[in-house]
């Protein structure tokens, strides 16, 4: 009896740990797909925002659109552009 219930918990103990092992994994690769996401959209010469589309807030605002804002002044005013104006651009 004892020795089923020793096997029973370190087949316990193996799914517990294949499960973690899983979960790590999913995160670390989320985190390697937005870390490349951001270092591609940081690459363009080209200013390049993103607006959420419920809370119409800055999500993302690449190193150009950076660069501009502390050469003119301009920190406050990328917070203030509309989406709508954004939008009408295209």
């Known amino acids: 009896m004892l020795l089923m219930m020793m096997i029973l918990l370190a087949l316990f103990l ?4 294949l499960v973690i092992t899983q979960v790590g994994l999913i995160f670390v690769e989320a985190e390697i797909l937005h870390i490349g996401n951001e270092q591609l959209l940081n690459n363009f010469e080209e200013g390049i925002i993103i607006y959420s589309q419920d809370t ?4 993302f605002a690449n190193k150009a659109v950076k660069g501009l804002a502390r050469l003119k002044n301009l920190d406050d005013s990328i917070q203030n552009v509309s ?3 954004l939008n009408d651009s295209d």
């Open 14 to 17: 193996i799914a517990c740990h």
């Open 83 to 85: 989406y709508d104006r």
């Open 56 to 59: 119409r807030e800055a999500l």
